[in-house]
């Protein structure tokens, strides 16, 4: 586990790597069209007919993200303000992320609905299951809550994948649709958003191969 553990852990840290260096390459082309990504969210927003959400500058880099609880699309200052390939690509697929609430997207709605759970658990799986290994032969119950509880953390994951594929997809169909990408800009939105969504494939695959390791345990101790 512990060699499962540190290659899931370099493939994360190459991945996230490669994802900030585009970022860094593609913030350096200027768009074409010269809109920032304040001014193409509020574009996208409206042109799918959404007028309750908020577009709002945050702090930090790379904490973009959409917030369905109060509808705010809350761009990093570097895209909120950005005129450039990546601020489109990040602006449009968190507005992706609006117009999924709008749509009632199946899988967007599932995730949110077990957010509380596994903010919950992703706080203490890790205990559980250390307890759990410690505490195997007399308590093997422990072991198994802490399953459980990883099954939880695992299956968040998984549903991210389609909700953050989805995202994309209609950022992109959008940005070529309405011409705010050109040919050239369009293939390097596309490949940093390739390269986002490849993080969140690796945390799914190494949670599942932790759920499976923990498992093994379980089931090879009643056996």
Request: glycine share 4%.
């Given at each position: 586990m512990l060699f499962i553990g540190i290659l899931f852990l370099v493939i994360s840290l190459l991945i996230s790597w490669k994802f900030k260096s585009k970022v860094k390459e593609y913030s350096e082309?200027?768009?074409?069209?010269?809109?920032?990504?304040?001014?193409?969210a509020e574009k996208m927003l409206r042109d799918n007919g959404i007028f309750d959400v908020k577009v709002i500058s945050a702090e930090g880099q790379l904490t973009d993200?959409?917030?369905p609880t109060d509808k705010t699309v809350n761009l990093s200052q570097d895209v909120f303000y950005g005129k450039n390939v990546i601020s489109a690509a990040i602006a449009a697929h968190e507005c992706g992320h609006a117009?999924?609430?709008a749509?009632?997207?199946?899988?967007?709605n599932f995730r949110s609905a077990i957010v509380p759970v596994v903010s919950i658990t992703s706080k203490w799986v890790q205990w559980v299951l250390l307890g759990g290994i410690l505490l195997m032969n007399s308590?093997?119950?422990i072991l198994l809550i802490g399953i459980i509880m990883l099954a939880a953390v695992t299956l968040?994951?998984?549903i991210t994948l389609p909700v953050e594929f989805d995202a994309s997809n209609r950022a992109m169909a959008w940005l070529n649709n309405r011409n705010i990408v050109q040919t050239d800009e369009s293939s390097m939105a596309r490949n940093a958003l390739n390269w986002a969504a490849s993080t969140y494939v690796i945390a799914a695959l190494s949670?599942?191969?932790t759920l499976l390791y923990y498992v093994a345990i379980f089931t090879g101790r009643r056996n």
């Open positions: 082309v200027a768009l074409t069209i010269n809109l920032s990504g304040s001014e193409i993200h959409y917030n117009v999924q609430h749509d009632a997207y199946v899988w967007l308590f093997p119950q968040f994951s998984i949670s599942l191969a």
